[in-house]
Nanobody, 124 residues
Framework: QVQLVESGGGLVQAGDSLRLSCKASGRTFRSNTMGWFRQAPGKERDIVAAISESGGYIYYVDSVKGRFTIARDNAKNTVYLQMNSLKPEDTAVYYC?????????????????WGQGTQVTVSS
Protein backbone atom coordinates (compact mmCIF):
# COMPACT_ATOMS: atom_id res chain seq x y z
CA GLN A 1 0.00 0.00 0.00
CA VAL A 2 0.96 3.57 -0.61
CA GLN A 3 0.00 6.47 1.62
CA LEU A 4 -0.14 9.98 0.18
CA VAL A 5 -0.36 13.01 2.45
CA GLU A 6 -0.95 16.48 1.04
CA SER A 7 -0.13 19.74 2.78
CA GLY A 8 0.14 23.42 2.02
CA GLY A 9 -3.43 24.40 1.32
CA GLY A 10 -5.05 27.47 2.80
CA LEU A 11 -6.98 30.68 2.31
CA VAL A 12 -5.33 33.29 0.11
CA GLN A 13 -6.29 36.32 -1.94
CA ALA A 14 -6.42 36.48 -5.70
CA GLY A 15 -2.93 36.94 -7.11
CA ASP A 16 -1.22 35.19 -4.21
CA SER A 17 0.82 32.00 -4.35
CA LEU A 18 0.72 28.66 -2.57
CA ARG A 19 2.88 25.57 -2.74
CA LEU A 20 1.27 22.21 -2.18
CA SER A 21 3.30 19.19 -1.17
CA CYS A 22 2.45 15.51 -1.32
CA LYS A 23 4.62 12.97 0.44
CA ALA A 24 4.38 9.31 -0.42
CA SER A 25 5.17 6.57 2.05
CA GLY A 26 4.76 2.84 2.35
CA ARG A 27 5.31 0.83 -0.79
CA THR A 28 6.64 3.56 -3.05
CA PHE A 29 7.10 1.90 -6.40
CA ARG A 30 10.34 1.96 -8.28
CA SER A 31 8.71 4.10 -10.92
CA ASN A 32 5.44 5.95 -10.79
CA THR A 33 3.53 8.85 -12.23
CA MET A 34 2.24 11.50 -9.85
CA GLY A 35 -0.67 13.79 -10.49
CA TRP A 36 -2.53 16.66 -8.90
CA PHE A 37 -6.30 16.85 -9.24
CA ARG A 38 -8.85 19.27 -7.90
CA GLN A 39 -12.53 19.13 -7.14
CA ALA A 40 -14.76 22.13 -6.56
CA PRO A 41 -18.15 21.77 -4.83
CA GLY A 42 -20.68 20.19 -7.15
CA LYS A 43 -18.11 19.49 -9.84
CA GLU A 44 -16.14 16.49 -11.00
CA ARG A 45 -12.58 15.80 -9.99
CA ASP A 46 -10.30 17.03 -12.76
CA ILE A 47 -6.63 16.84 -13.56
CA VAL A 48 -4.46 19.85 -12.82
CA ALA A 49 -1.00 18.50 -13.61
CA ALA A 50 0.93 15.25 -13.87
CA ILE A 51 4.59 14.33 -13.93
CA SER A 52 6.42 11.19 -14.90
CA GLU A 53 9.01 9.47 -12.72
CA SER A 54 11.95 11.20 -14.38
CA GLY A 55 10.14 14.49 -14.83
CA GLY A 56 10.65 14.14 -18.55
CA TYR A 57 6.93 14.23 -19.25
CA ILE A 58 4.73 16.86 -17.69
CA TYR A 59 1.10 17.65 -18.36
CA TYR A 60 -0.89 20.76 -17.37
CA VAL A 61 -4.53 21.51 -17.92
CA ASP A 62 -4.86 24.62 -20.07
CA SER A 63 -6.36 26.75 -17.30
CA VAL A 64 -3.20 26.57 -15.16
CA LYS A 65 -0.50 26.74 -17.82
CA GLY A 66 1.95 29.52 -17.06
CA ARG A 67 0.73 29.81 -13.46
CA PHE A 68 1.27 26.39 -11.88
CA THR A 69 4.40 24.26 -11.82
CA ILE A 70 4.59 20.59 -10.88
CA ALA A 71 7.87 19.14 -9.67
CA ARG A 72 9.06 16.09 -7.78
CA ASP A 73 11.92 15.13 -5.51
CA ASN A 74 12.28 11.36 -5.82
CA ALA A 75 14.81 11.19 -2.97
CA LYS A 76 12.11 12.59 -0.69
CA ASN A 77 9.21 10.75 -2.33
CA THR A 78 7.51 14.12 -2.62
CA VAL A 79 5.69 15.92 -5.40
CA TYR A 80 5.00 19.64 -5.35
CA LEU A 81 2.55 21.99 -7.00
CA GLN A 82 3.64 25.61 -7.06
CA MET A 83 0.60 27.77 -7.70
CA ASN A 84 1.11 31.41 -8.65
CA SER A 85 -1.31 34.14 -9.66
CA LEU A 86 -4.14 32.29 -8.00
CA LYS A 87 -7.70 33.05 -9.08
CA PRO A 88 -11.02 32.51 -7.30
CA GLU A 89 -11.81 29.78 -9.83
CA ASP A 90 -8.83 27.81 -8.50
CA THR A 91 -10.76 27.26 -5.28
CA ALA A 92 -11.14 23.52 -4.72
CA VAL A 93 -9.94 20.55 -2.74
CA TYR A 94 -6.63 19.49 -4.24
CA TYR A 95 -5.67 15.83 -4.30
CA CYS A 96 -2.44 14.12 -5.21
CA UNK A 97 -2.53 10.69 -6.78
CA UNK A 98 -0.15 8.01 -7.98
CA UNK A 99 0.01 5.51 -10.80
CA UNK A 100 2.41 2.62 -10.16
CA UNK A 101 4.73 2.05 -13.08
CA UNK A 102 5.49 4.19 -16.08
CA UNK A 103 2.04 4.76 -17.50
CA UNK A 104 0.91 8.36 -17.76
CA UNK A 105 -2.64 9.36 -17.02
CA UNK A 106 -4.80 12.44 -16.93
CA UNK A 107 -8.11 11.03 -15.72
CA UNK A 108 -8.98 9.97 -12.18
CA UNK A 109 -9.58 6.40 -13.26
CA UNK A 110 -5.93 6.14 -14.34
CA UNK A 111 -4.72 6.60 -10.76
CA UNK A 112 -4.57 3.91 -8.10
CA UNK A 113 -3.62 5.71 -4.90
CA TRP A 114 -5.03 8.98 -3.56
CA GLY A 115 -4.35 11.40 -0.77
CA GLN A 116 -7.02 12.82 1.49
CA GLY A 117 -6.97 16.25 -0.13
CA THR A 118 -6.13 19.76 0.98
CA GLN A 119 -8.42 22.77 0.68
CA VAL A 120 -7.36 25.77 -1.37
CA THR A 121 -9.59 28.82 -1.15
CA VAL A 122 -8.88 31.95 -3.18
CA SER A 123 -10.84 35.06 -2.29
CA SER A 124 -11.44 37.88 -4.75
Amino acid sequence: QVQLVESGGGLVQAGDSLRLSCKASGRTFRSNTMGWFRQAPGKERDIVAAISESGGYIYYVDSVKGRFTIARDNAKNTVYLQMNSLKPEDTAVYYCALIPGQAMGITPRDYVYWGQGTQVTVSS
